[in-house]
């Protein structure tokens, strides 16, 4: 019997331990062949708004449902490949006069983006759990509207909130380092490693660092276990930034391959999670204390996908969205998603 040719597909992608499987050929969806691109998350969905160029890619989850809303064409699998406590990425200056998270009301605040899934994020949770209004700060924006997602989707700031561009010279991590920003969202290794990691045409943190004392840069949360264990206990999960869209021309044509590569990615993760003792790196002393901490606070499964047992979760991104003025309406999770995968 000759085999039927597998369905091609271009893919977009980063990688995690989670996915990894996915793009080294160890897993392989039934009947599709993924013929991959490696995109970074911010790069590539960037990419991907602007030329629809793959058929099956990786996209911000609030850039999804603002691209929906306005009628793009493609559909999402509940497949979420990066989470993390996203507001504990912010970073103060010592001597902006915050000690705990509602000294930030009033400040000067810097961010990646203001669409972007990471700051949707980080304002819900900063306004809902530790009383930090999106109107009471003064928000600034690093991407210019050429390279953002929002220069993509006609980004406008919600009505009623305080809002600048970082000037094209500058970055968060330099006016966050010379005190011209209070508080940012910015990973600590862009304030001492430009360019650690590669080239990326959409965040000018990791080429541009700044200049001063880098002693005065805190985290608002330093204990990054105990906050992100209370968040974990208070709401049940935790965020995810991203999820993955196939183009609705494919979608249409062949509906089966939503199914197949969700699949897919749940072997790839249950692959991973098995193998994860015998690759834990040797250098960590205490790397099975801190596996075995994750599973006491988190489950064996702190990264779920599917619909049902991400419910919560999307229902608050939804939330939040709307809240914000980023989506006019409330999107319904029955829309977000391919109908095969609605009960899985």
Do not use: C
């Not at 996209?59 to 989470?83: C, K, M, N, T």
């Not at 109107?135 to 993509?152: L, N």
């Not at 080239?199 to 880098?214: A, C, E, F, K, M």
């Amino acid at each position: 019997m000759v085999s039927k040719p597998k369905l091609r597909l271009s893919f977009m992608s980063s990688t995690s331990d989670r996915i990894a499987p996915l793009l080294d050929g160890r897993v392989q969806p039934e009947g599709i062949e993924l013929i991959h691109t490696f995109g970074g998350m911010s790069e590539g969905a960037w990419r991907h708004l602007n030329f629809h160029e793959f058929e099956f890619h990786e996209l911000s989850i609030s850039s999804y449902l603002i691209s929906r809303e306005q009628g793009a064409d493609w559909i999402a699998i509940p497949v979420f490949p990066h989470r993390s406590f996203m507001h504990m990425g912010l970073h103060y200056h010592t001597d902006s006069g915050i000690e705990k998270p509602s000294d930030v009301v009033g400040k000067r605040i810097g961010v990646g983006e203001y669409q972007q899934t990471a700051a949707l994020w980080m304002r819900g949770i900063m306004d809902h759990d530790h009383g930090v209004s999106q109107y009471k700060v003064h928000w600034y924006m690093e991407r210019t509207e050429e390279m953002s997602h929002g220069g993509a989707t006609g980004f406008e700031p919600p009505e009623g909130i305080s809002f600048q561009r970082v000037p094209p010279d500058k970055s968060l991590a330099s006016m966050l380092l010379a005190n011209e920003l209070d508080i940012a969202s910015v990973n600590p290794a862009a304030l001492n490693e430009p360019g650690g990691q590669g080239p990326n045409l959409v965040d000018r943190s990791w080429r541009i660092q700044g200049q001063g004392d880098l002693s005065k840069i805190k985290p608002m949360f330093p204990d990054r276990i105990a906050e992100g264990s209370r968040f974990f206990k208070e709401h049940g999960f935790i965020p995810a930034n991203h999820t993955y869209v196939i183009r609705g021309d494919v979608y249409r044509e062949y509906p089966w391959v939503a199914l197949n590569l969700y699949n897919a990615f749940v072997q790839a993760k249950d692959l991973s999670m098995r193998t994860l003792p015998a690759r834990m790196p040797t250098d960590l002393v205490f790397g099975n204390d801190y596996m075995r901490q994750t599973r006491a606070t988190f489950g064996n499964d702190p990264y779920p996908y599917g619909v049902k047992a991400n419910e919560a979760m999307l229902n608050t991104l939804i939330d939040y969205s709307h809240e914000q003025g980023l989506t006019k309406k409330r999107a319904n999770i029955e829309e977000m998603f391919a109908s095969i995968t609605l009960n899985l």
